[in-house]
């Protein structure tokens, strides 16, 4: 996959993954932004992997003890 077409599905599923949050499934939410974080990784983004750390800290303070935002804190390295 080109770069480009990596990025974008980067955002798109930080995008789904807002959506998600909105519509207050934490779940798909969570789902959604692990995606996002994989993605990044694989590019090697810092800037991809921020996106996803800020969206992180917006699902924890919802929701601190919801075991998959916990398993993204994790594979943020966070928790």
Request: glycine fraction near 6%; avoid cysteine; proline fraction near 0%.
């Given at each position: 996959m080109s770069p480009n077409l990596t990025v974008w599905k980067s955002y798109y599923y930080l995008t789904q993954a807002r959506l998600e949050f909105a519509?207050?499934?934490?779940?798909?939410?969570?789902?959604?932004?692990?995606?996002?974080?994989?993605?990044?990784?694989a590019m090697h983004s810092q800037i991809e992997e921020a996106n996803v750390r800020g969206f992180y800290s917006l699902l924890s303070q919802e929701a601190p003890n919801n075991p998959y935002v916990n398993n993204l804190g994790l594979e943020l390295g966070i928790l």
């Open positions: 519509d207050h499934d934490l779940e798909g939410s969570a789902q959604a932004a692990k995606a996002a974080l994989r993605i990044a990784k």
